[in-house]
């Protein structure tokens, strides 16, 4: 009895270790964030802000976003917080989407825009050639695990 009670304690350590290390292994070697001057001053041209919010369907207390949110021509960027994650990526959506299965749905649809690397205030190019006119959306998704993480509609 005693070697199974230390065996199945030894697993949960791990895996409680293992998913410690996930959750803060983005966060240890994310880059320095953007201040917010920096993000005002690399988007000049935005033609369009939205706000990331907390009370999405699909968003937790693990998953989340909020702040300002500036759509432009060469850029996209965010005044405010994400949930900290792995392999965030940020899309552009022809319609609003709040959940997980909405997202998956319209995948095909959508613009990978580019990887958002801090979770306090971000900016991403947006690659040539890209109009964000064409889309209403923008939306930060969990590429690894598919998780929602947030999104704003700016259109």
């Known amino acids: ?14 895996v409680i270790g293992f998913a410690a290390g996930v959750y803060a292994l983005p966060i240890l070697i ?14 000049p041209t935005a033609l369009w802000t939205a706000t990331f919010r907390r009370d999405l369907k699909d968003s937790d207390s693990l998953h989340w976003g909020e702040g300002a949110v500036s759509i432009g021509p060469q850029a996209i960027s965010l005044v405010g917080k994400l949930a900290p ?15 997980e299965a909405d997202f998956k749905r319209l995948k095909p649809k959508m613009l990978r825009v580019g990887d958002v690397k801090t979770f306090n205030n971000f900016i991403v ?3 040539q050639g ?6 209403n959306t923008v939306i930060v998704w969990c590429e690894t ?11």
């Open 1 to 14: 009895m005693k070697p199974l009670l230390l065996i199945a304690s030894h697993l949960l350590t791990l």
């Open 30 to 43: 994310a880059p320095q964030a953007p201040t917010q001057q920096e993000v005002e001053a690399s988007t």
């Open 85 to 99: 994650g792995p392999d965030y990526k940020l899309y552009l959506s022809p319609e609003f989407v709040e959940t």
């Open 125 to 127: 190019p947006v690659p």
């Open 130 to 135: 890209v109009d964000p006119a064409q889309f």
């Open 145 to 155: 695990f598919s998780e929602f993480i947030t999104a704003a509609q700016y259109r």
